[in-house]
């Protein structure tokens, strides 16, 4: 299993950025994905998920301002992220289970500053 994640970058709040993670290694479209962030210095935690059914679940700190999408053709999952604030600086990772394993992407960094 392989997961790729890219796009993160500096942006000023409210600003935008689309996260990508292709994957590879399994079968795409039957897996929920996952993005999940760890702010400096904090523990890792939940942003959204996508099913295989694409229904959606997101953090309450992000919901209304992130998208989370899927294409099982191009076996990638994204991350539509609007209106960023400081608190969303962070490293964020793709995640999904396979075989009873979470398997993460190596993580993009997102930097809000202005």
């Known amino acids: 299993v392989q997961l790729q994640a890219c796009g993160g970058g500096l942006v000023q709040p409210g600003g935008s950025l689309r996260l990508s993670c292709s994957a590879a290694?399994?079968?795409?479209?039957?897996?929920?994905l996952g993005w999940y962030r760890q702010p400096p210095g904090k523990q890792r935690e939940f942003v959204a998920n996508?099913?295989?059914?694409?229904?959606?679940n997101y953090a309450d700190s992000v919901k209304g301002r992130f998208t989370i999408s899927r294409d099982n053709v191009r076996r990638t999952v994204y991350l539509q992220m609007n209106s960023l604030k400081f608190e969303d600086a962070a490293v964020y990772f793709c995640?999904?289970?396979?075989?009873?394993?979470?398997?993460w992407g190596q993580g993009t960094q997102v930097t809000v500053s202005s």
């Open positions: 996508i099913t295989s059914g694409h229904s959606t």
């Open positions: 290694g399994f079968n795409f479209r039957l897996n929920t």
């Open positions: 995640k999904t289970e396979y075989r009873n394993r979470d398997f």
